[in-house]
T-cell receptor, first 110, second 111 residues
Framework: EDQVTQSPEALRLQEGESSSLNCSYT??????LFWYRQDPGKGPEFLFTLYSAGEEKEKERLKATLTKKESFLHITAPKPEDSATYLCAVSSGNTGKLIFGQGTTLQVKP | DSGVTQTPKHLITATGQRVTLRCSPR?????VYWYQQSLDQGLQFLIQYYNGEERAKGNILERFSAQQFPDLHSELNLSSLELGDSALYFCASSSAERAQYFGPGTRLTVL
């Protein structure tokens, strides 16, 4: 059964303190791994798609990487506005359905 | 703004009732997905439609049904509502099974 596990559940950082979020996955035939950002009461906002091991994507202070078993979302010099829940999801098979992890809630203090 | 719209934003109803949630996908997207998000279950896939046809089903209850219309908008129907159905319901759309873009959601409260 396809499964996604994210760690840590919660992360508190000081502004400027870089860190990484982990997403471990078990899937038969990965078609894509997705990172989303979700603010309270809002819909998930698409960040990145990674398709194969070794791939990396960057956007502002965020960088996502992928291996055969896990993905990392690196946050460099975070700001308070980066505070949100970060969701990881995978798709497999011949449909586009996403299997989500439980998310990592990031709080960045000024 | 993802380009996906959902109505209504909030819905408060009583147990046993039936409600309809509506979703309009991004322009050009043929796939529509429905997800349920509750505090204890996280984001759970319910059902996918592609160009009017059901494409995939998740753990969707028999009391729930959906359809996609010729203009590509979709509706999720929830009937015989129970307290446990209270959740955020999201619609997402995509093109050619690439990244899914989510709408703002409908918050359903069953009293």
């Amino acid at each position: 059964e396809d499964q996604v596990t994210q760690s840590p559940e919660a992360l508190r950082l000081q502004e400027g303190e870089s860190s990484s979020l982990n997403c471990s996955y078990t899937v038969s035939g990965l078609r894509g791994l997705f990172w989303y950002r979700q603010d309270p009461g809002k819909g998930p906002e698409f960040l990145f798609t990674l398709y194969s091991a070794g791939e990396e994507k960057e956007k502002e202070r965020l960088k996502a990487t992928l291996t055969k078993k896990e993905s990392f979302l690196h946050i460099t010099a975070p700001k308070p506005e980066d505070s949100a829940t970060y969701l990881c999801a995978v798709s497999s098979g011949n449909t586009g359905k996403l299997i989500f992890g439980q998310g990592t809630t990031l709080q960045v203090k000024p | 703004d993802s380009g996906v719209t959902q109505t209504p934003k909030h819905l408060i109803t009583a147990t046993g009732q039936r409600v309809t949630l509506r979703c309009s996908p991004r322009s050009g997207d043929l796939s529509v997905y429905w997800y349920q998000q509750s505090l204890d279950q996280g984001l759970q896939f319910l059902i996918q439609y592609y160009n009017g046809e059901e494409r995939a089903k998740g753990n969707i209850l028999e009391r729930f049904s959906a359809q996609q219309f010729p203009d590509l908008h979709s509706e999720l129907n929830l009937s015989s509502l129970e307290l446990g159905d209270s959740a955020l319901y999201f619609c997402a759309s995509s093109s050619a099974e690439r990244a899914q873009y989510f709408g703002p959601g409908t918050r359903l409260t069953v009293l």
